[in-house]
T-cell receptor
Framework: DTGVSQNPRHKITKRGQNVTFRCDPI?????LYWYRQTLGQGPEFLTY????????KSRLLSDRFSAERPKGSFSTLEIQRTEQGDSAMYLC???????????????FGEGSRLTVL | RKEVEQDPGPFNVPEGATVAFNCTYS??????FFWYRQDCRKEPKLLMS???SGNEDGRFTAQLNRASQYISLLIRDSKLSDSATYLC???????FGAGTRLTVKP
């Protein structure tokens, strides 16, 4: 399977604990995005990498959230001191830049569902 | 103003109906445009890209109006299987609208 892979698929944790999600993008894609989605809402942009550089981070993202993409391949999203409001689906997507024959479309992983008790 | 705004919905239509969704965007420098389909508790999947001249894929037609900064999606002869949430997203910001939920009923 050469699609976007996310782990774990489900995570249940107690308030105050730290959690980390991993995303493995499609191998030739240099762009990687993290989104958060709650029921009835569209995916909310969190952050974006081009290769290993984090080029944009949502102002809505608190200091408890951090993302890395150290070698420009897989990425991790860490949430520290989780709160009940962090319960959501965390989606990762990858893409090529919009150039040449590429439209820059996003390819999504199946998501990591977080439940904070 | 949000970067991307969609018709709030929900849309409840009978089978065979024609339904249209609009999506407005705020960044005039937006370069490429997409409609995604999302089924309940699944990840979004690309339905179609939107080209400047408009494009059609079977029962689905997408249009772009750069002057008014909106894109549209038309679904003809709707099927029960079209029931889903439809999301628009524009490049380079890659922000999604809130989505429009469509339910097609027998």
């Amino acid at each position: 399977d050469t699609g976007v892979s996310q782990n774990p698929r489900h995570k249940i944790t107690k308030r105050g604990q730290n959690v980390t999600f991993r995303c493995d993008p499609i191998s030739e894609h240099n762009r990687l995005y993290w989104y958060r989605q709650t029921l009835g809402q569209g995916p909310e942009f969190l952050t974006y990498f081009q290769n290993e550089a984090q080029l944009e981070k949502s102002r809505l993202l608190s200091d408890r959230f951090s993302a890395e993409r150290p070698k420009g391949s897989f990425s991790t999203l860490e949430i520290q001191r989780t709160e009940q409001g962090d319960s959501a689906m965390y989606l990762c997507a990858s893409s090529l830049p919009f150039e040449g024959e590429s439209t820059g479309e996003l390819f999504f992983g199946e998501g990591s569902r977080l439940t904070v008790l | 103003r949000k970067e991307v705004e969609q018709d709030p919905g929900p849309f409840n239509v009978p089978e065979g109906a024609t339904v249209a969704f609009n999506c407005t965007y705020s960044n005039s420098a937006s370069q490429s445009f997409f409609w995604y389909r999302q089924d309940c508790r699944k990840e979004p999947k690309l339905l179609m890209s939107v080209y400047s001249s408009g494009n059609e894929d079977g029962r689905f037609t997408a249009q772009l109006n750069r002057a008014s900064q909106y894109i549209s999606l038309l679904i003809r002869d709707s099927k029960l299987s079209d029931s889903a949430t439809y999301l628009c997203v524009v490049n380079p910001d890659m922000r999604f609208g809130a989505g429009t939920r469509l339910t097609v009923k027998p």
